[in-house]
C-alpha cells in the first residue's frame, strides 16, 4: 500500500504563483508513475501533469508552460510549480501514484490507485 498527502493549497491572486507539495509513504518502492490532477466543482477530474520513475513528464495542455512537475525521489516527494495561475485554475488539485501506469495513460485518473485527499487552490480574479 501506498499513501500520499498532499500540501501547499491556498488562495492566490491571479497571475501568482504557488507550489503544491505530496509526500508519499508506505510501499514506495513500487511506484512507477506519479501525478497532479484536479477537479473543479460540476466538472470531472483531469490530468494534469506526471512523472515516471525516471523523471519523463507529461503536461496537459491547460498547464504547459506555466505549470512544472517535479519529484524528490529520496525524500519521496512530488512537486507541481504553477506559476501565472488564472482563476480557471481553482480546483481541488489531487496527487496520486500507481505502480503500473503505462506512458500513455500518465494524465488518465482512472488508471491510478492511490490518491490523497486534496489540495484547495483558489485563484482569485
Known amino acids: 500500500q501506498v499513501q500520499v498527502v498532499e500540501s501547499g493549497g491556498t488562495l492566490v491572486q491571479a497571475g501568482g504563483s504557488l507550489r503544491l507539495s505530496c509526500t508519499a509513504s508506505g510501499y514506495t518502492d513500487s511506484i512507477y508513475s506519479m501525478g497532479w490532477f484536479r477537479q473543479a466543482p460540476g466538472k470531472e477530474r483531469e490530468g494534469v501533469a506526471a512523472?515516471?520513475?525516471?523523471?519523463?513528464?507529461q503536461y496537459a495542455d491547460s498547464g504547459k508552460g506555466r505549470f512544472t512537475i517535479s519529484q524528490n525521489n529520496a525524500e519521496n516527494t512530488l512537486y507541481l510549480q504553477m506559476n501565472s495561475l488564472k482563476p480557471e485554475d481553482t480546483a481541488m488539485y489531487y496527487c496520486?501514484?500507481?505502480?503500473?501506469?503505462?506512458?500513455?495513460?500518465?494524465?488518465?485518473?482512472?488508471?491510478?490507485?492511490?490518491w490523497g485527499q486534496g489540495a484547495q487552490v483558489t485563484v482569485s480574479s
Open positions: 512523472i515516471t520513475k525516471n523523471g519523463n513528464t
Open positions: 496520486a501514484a500507481d505502480p503500473a501506469v503505462t506512458w500513455w495513460s500518465l494524465l488518465t485518473p482512472t488508471r491510478y490507485n492511490y
